[in-house]
């Protein structure tokens, strides 16, 4: 990324309130005009990535501009504004973000006030999602407010007629070392003079304060709102209201594919204050109360007929997508010519359809001014939700606002827009806001799903044991984490796309969970095959050193050799797994216990996980990221799958799909490996791919049976 | 068919006109409009709803308005009603007892409901308590430190 030093068109120089360093127009026409409006004048940078190094499969904006990555702003009144595209639904970006602007603006990050996803206001830098925003938002927003305070010391200088190396930032001042006469930010931002300032060029890549120097980066700075949220003060998405507003309900097929035929609103449009439409296939209400709308759509749904469709079941579903690999499912080119002595094992993993469920449902709250639609909405994706509202709804893109305030978390379920397009719809209907809140059993049947996967490995080991070849194909769920760390002769890794009968999208870690899932349990399997324990069959493969590292480290402190050398208690089994993604490594060991007298119940007793993603922002929300990525995996791996037959979901309520509570929380060990030296990666999704396997091992070292499906099911 | 329905409301008497079959959960929310008690199943599986009626810890999604006639209910925006939190919010606060915060106003209500009726919960009894409290984020460590944290601060009432 750089920091255009370009002044852009003349006005915003000559007689400006506010400056940009870089141009000024971004998506939905905000003008600086507009920030000016919105945070007054004072002195505003723009970071840009630069053309390359945008994030993979983002394009660039218009004008052929490289587009933002972030704004920070700094008021005449001394406010210090970070304006970023990025949510906030639980991960920690809010203090994240705080945390890199005060870092190089030298002031606690409690002065740092944080504009979020507003397409109005916020540069489109992308989704959510990917682990991203630390490795490319972070950097980013520590550019710009390091250019932000370079500036500052330059205008100082100026104005006292001293070098800049003379003066430096401090507590939100700037200071001049030999006399101590300071100078505010407001004071300096209110000069408008910046175009003096800007004389001297600044570099592509400012210099920003390297990361033994840290006093605000590096610290666990909590939640800025954090206070709103334990005093319910805070209003998610599904709490908002505006004046007028109704509540929403739109007609759900009885089952997947099922056409609409005919159906009667009359009974509907008759009750007080119900609005109903239907366009096309799609029908829905709006009405002042849920209970209204619930009532006026059961209405409706008792006088509509369907067309159903055929559809596999969850038993069916696996067969249904190796059938349909796209191109077939590919050979292993390495099986024929296996060397003399050399052994070929295979085996086929299974993971099921999960989904997300995150707390607070989809939930969008919709406005019509005229023309003009502003949509308030849970999402991670606010510039993809806003153009999916205009394609959705005829208009151009100028027409439309997406604001995002925090909201009940998403774990890569929250990329699309159908709740607010549904309550765009029913809005322009009605004449009035609507808000969609989803039920529980409408995010469990028409949310998207985590892709269920069906995993196929051979692999050859030579006659000293050790891996001479492995093939790996993933059907269906993705490429996240296909490739292997492991050393073998000869390596392919693929994912092969298939037809899936189910609508599906992004989980935490994406494929990473199946594929390090199957990866792991079969490395298991050969270990075993090759006479060799778990961890010396996987560190004698292992180059990557930050795999060994936090593999030596985990192993160390689970005392792996130790309780490898005896027999476990009767039902007790260890378990290991490691594996890396998005430029992090982890190592995950467990103990389970196999409860009789709970129907052979799995009890998951002890996880230790050693996880390293380079240098540490902020180690107490790392560890909440860590803690909660270990438990969540708990899930899929135990008990989470979407059942379905006949294109109906059989289990769509919690206590049914059984995700994890209380009564599931381990004992924990967790080390977080700090390492300075290294770019810092996000920390919500890799902690999670190696639970499930280290779970499977443990189960299989418990019971004697390898364990190639999740969620794990032990034989009757 | 409406019906006049009198409560007290975090202290405060309220009276509304409505039917009776509607939820709690739904009353608080669109009518009272204390929006602190979330909607996360609509069927007493998540605990996100949580409020105290009377001393207990009830599912307010679950429960018809009707049913409430002359109770006395508190909800999180009652439990600190001036600039002070109550020990158990504080304990939340300094724990981070939260990610994405949702399931907090429940967490913290049962919590409540359980110092007040116990004042010195084995780890046990906490975790009995908030079995049925769904953390899709999984923060329960940090959940059950705050809750043990309120029980070293001695922490039912403010």
Redo the contacts between chains.
């Keep these: 990324m750089k920091i255009d030093p370009d002044r852009g068109e003349p006005e915003e120089v000559a007689g400006a309130e506010s400056v940009e360093v870089g141009a000024s127009v971004m998506r939905g026409g905000m003008s600086r005009r507009r920030f000016s409006q919105v945070l007054g004048a004072g002195l505003l940078v723009t970071v840009r990535w630069d053309g390359t190094a945008a994030q993979s499969g983002q394009s660039r904006s218009g004008r052929g501009s490289p587009r933002v990555a972030a704004r920070i702003h700094i008021g005449q009144d001394g406010a210090i504004t970070v304006m970023s595209g990025k949510v906030e639904m639980g991960q920690g970006a809010r203090a994240e973000l705080s945390q890199a602007a005060a870092e190089e603006l030298r002031v606690p990050a409690g002065r740092i006030q944080m504009v979020m996803a507003d397409t109005r206001l916020t540069p489109d830098d992308g989704i959510t999602a990917g682990s991203r925003t630390t490795p490319s938002t972070v950097p980013a927003v520590r550019q710009g407010a390091a250019a932000a305070r370079r500036i500052l010391e330059r205008l100082a200088a100026r104005r006292w007629q001293v070098a800049p190396a003379a003066v430096r930032a401090r507590d939100g001042e700037i200071v001049e070392e030999a006399t101590g006469r300071r100078l505010s930010y407001a004071v300096l931002a209110g000069e408008g003079d910046f175009a003096v300032a800007f004389d001297e060029a600044i570099p592509a890549n400012v210099e920003v304060t390297p990361v033994r120097e840290w006093k605000v980066l590096g610290t666990s700075v909590g939640r800025p709102n954090g206070r709103d949220l334990i005093t319910g003060a805070h209003r998610f998405p599904s709490d908002l209201t505006r004046p007028g507003m109704l509540y929403g309900k739109v007609l759900r097929a009885p089952s997947y594919g099922a056409r609409l035929g005919s159906v009667d609103l009359t009974m509907a449009q008759a009750m007080p204050g119900v609005v109903a439409v239907r366009d096309g296939s799609f029908v829905g209400v709006a009405a002042p109360t849920k209970q209204r709308s619930r009532e006026a759509l059961a209405a409706i749904e008792r006088t509509a007929e369907w067309a159903p469709a055929p559809h596999p079941s969850s038993d069916d579903v696996y067969d249904y997508l190796r059938r349909r690999a796209s191109g077939g499912v590919p050979a292993n080119p390495f099986a024929a010519d296996l060397d003399a002595g050399a052994s070929l094992l295979r085996q086929t993993y299974r993971t099921a359809y999960v989904q997300h469920a995150p707390l607070e449902t989809r939930a969008a709250l919709a406005e019509w001014e005229g023309d003009r639609l502003t949509v308030w909405a849970g999402t991670q994706n606010p510039f993809g939700y806003h153009s999916e509202l205009a394609r959705a709804l005829g208009l151009t893109s100028d027409r439309v606002r997406v604001v995002v305030p925090d909201f009940g978390s998403g774990f890569g379920g929250k990329h699309t827009g159908e709740a607010a397009i549904e309550a765009a719809r029913l809005a322009r209907a009605a004449g009035r806001p609507v808000l969609v809140h989803w039920t529980r059993e409408e995010e469990f049947s028409w949310a998207y799903f985590r892709p269920a996967a069906v995993i196929e490995i051979e692999a050859s080991l030579d006659r000293q044991g050790r891996l001479a070849s492995w093939h790996f194909v993933n059907i269906n769920s993705g490429g996240a984490a296909v490739d292997t760390p492991y050393r073998a002769g000869k390596t392919r890794c693929r994912y092969v796309p298939s037809d899936p009968p189910l609508r599906q999208g992004s989980y935490r870690a994406l494929a990473a969970v199946a594929n390090n899932f199957a990866r792991e349990a079969f490395m298991d399997e050969l270990a075993a095959a090759a006479k060799a324990d778990p961890l010396e069959f996987r560190l004698a493969h292992l180059e990557n050193p930050r795999i060994r590292a936090v593999l030596e480290e985990m192993a160390r402190r689970f005392r792996w050799a130790e309780r490898m050398k005896s027999r476990p208690p009767e039902g007790v089994g260890y378990g290991l797994a490691c594996g890396t993604e998005k430029g992090s490594v982890v190592a995950t060991g467990v103990e389970i216990a196999i409860d009789p007298a709970q129907n052979h119940r799995i009890i998951v007793r002890r996880i230790c996980e050693v996880f390293e993603c380079g240098a540490i922002l902020n180690p107490d929300n790392l560890r909440a990221q860590v803690e909660g990525c270990i438990l969540m995996g708990l899930g899929p791996a135990l008990r989470e799958e979407m059942r379905f037959k006949e294109g109906r979901m059989l289990n769509p309520r919690f206590g049914d799909y059984g995700p994890p509570r209380m009564s599931d929380l381990p004992e924990l060990d967790i080390q977080l490996l700090d390492r300075p030296d290294l770019a810092s990666a996000g920390g919500g999704e890799t902690p999670i791919i190696a639970v499930a396997p280290a779970i499977a091992n443990a189960v299989y070292h418990a019971t004697g049976h390898r364990i190639h499906a999740l969620p794990i099911r032990l034989p009757a | 068919m409406e019906k006049t329905i009198a409560l007290t409301v975090n202290g405060r008497l309220q009276t509304v006109t409505t039917?009776p079959?509607?939820?709690l959960l739904?009353v608080l929310?669109?009518d009272l409009?204390?929006?602190?008690?979330?909607?996360?199943?609509?069927?007493g599986?998540?605990g996100?709803c949580t409020v105290l009626v009377g001393s207990r810890a009830v599912a307010s999604c679950i429960t018809p308005v009707g049913d409430l006639e002359g109770r006395s209910i508190r909800?999180?925006?009652g439990?600190?009603p001036s600039q002070t939190?109550h020990p158990v919010?504080q304990a939340?606060?300094d724990e981070?007892g939260?990610?994405?915060?949702?399931?907090?106003?429940g967490m913290?209500l049962a919590t409540v409901a359980l110092l007040e009726a116990q004042p010195n919960p084995s780890d046990a009894q906490i975790?009995a308590r908030?079995?049925g409290?769904?953390?899709?984020?999984?923060?329960?460590?940090?959940?059950?430190r705050s809750v043990r944290r309120a029980v070293r601060a001695g922490g039912a009432t403010p």
């Excluded at chain 2, 939260?98 to 907090?104: E, L």
């Design positions: 039917d079959a509607r939820p739904e929310r669109e409009g204390l929006t602190g008690a979330k909607l996360g199943c609509g069927e599986q998540c996100a909800t999180i925006e439990l600190a939190l919010q939340f606060l981070k939260f990610q994405c915060g949702y399931c907090t106003p913290i975790r908030l079995e409290h769904l953390c899709r984020c999984c923060g329960f460590p940090n959940i059950l």
